[in-house]
């Protein structure tokens, strides 16, 4: 059983460009999850997504960061025109519950903004 | 909101010695808790959990903690360090009502001296 899969595992941008990240849950896990680590943090939680819906997005920037999670395919994080500040690790979690127990996470994906 | 303490955020042991890692939590209602590792580069890997039961959880690679309802306390130990174990370790919660997301700590990283 495949764990969570991310790509890209790391990803360059310039400032001002689009940076697109994918998650793809564990086979049978329906909720997603996405959490943003910056340089000597911890985790900070972002948004929570199950199918075709945002659950919760209470950690989300207002501006520029935009989450999917569709019928299909894997769940899309998107950062438009991005900036300095977003040079950081985005991890994506999965669980099989509404209420988890355990989320399970991905290597991440590793975003510098040159 | 829930929040969690890990008290240092460097950690130092000699190989074959006690690891003690500490984490506290806030919260009026005791939380799920969770003990991740973060290698280098790498995602998060769950060491061990707390959701009900005993308060004694053992985990993997020798790892346990102990859930202190009245110390709000959520301590990781190792009796005897090992090289492999240099690595960040990050406590987190999550409301056992919601559990939509995860507070997590800043870390501790731990090197383990020869």
């Known amino acids: 059983n495949a764990g969570v899969m991310q790509n890209p595992r790391h990803l360059v941008r310039r400032r001002g460009q689009e940076a697109r990240l994918r998650c793809s849950p564990m086979k049978g896990h329906s909720h997603v999850y996405w959490y943003r680590q910056l340089p000597e943090e911890g985790l900070k939680f972002m948004v929570y997504?199950?199918?075709?819906?945002?659950?919760?997005e209470s950690g989300m920037p207002k501006e520029r960061f935009s989450a999917e999670f569709p019928k299909e395919g894997p769940s899309i994080l998107r950062i438009q025109q991005v900036v300095r500040g977003d040079s950081a690790a985005y991890f994506c979690?999965?669980?099989?519950?509404?209420?988890?127990?355990?989320?399970?996470f991905g290597p991440g994906t590793r975003l510098l903004v040159l | 909101a829930q929040s969690v303490t890990q008290l240092g955020s460097h950690v130092s042991v000699s190989e074959g010695a006690l690891v003690l890692l500490r984490c506290n939590y806030s919260s009026s209602v005791p939380p799920y808790l969770f003990w991740y590792v973060q290698y280098p580069n790498q995602g998060l890997q769950l060491l061990l959990k707390y959701t009900t039961g005993a308060t004694l959880v053992k985990g993997i690679n020798g790892f346990e903690a102990e859930f202190k309802k009245s110390e709000t306390s959520f301590h990781l130990t190792k009796p005897s360090a090992h090289m492999s174990d240099a690595a960040e370790y990050f406590c987190a919660v999550s409301d056992r009502n919601t559990g939509n997301q995860f507070y997590f700590g800043t870390g501790t990283s731990l090197t383990v001296i020869p």
């Open positions: 979690a999965s669980s099989p519950l509404e209420v988890a127990e355990t989320q399970y």
């Open positions: 997504l199950q199918k075709e819906n945002i659950i919760d």
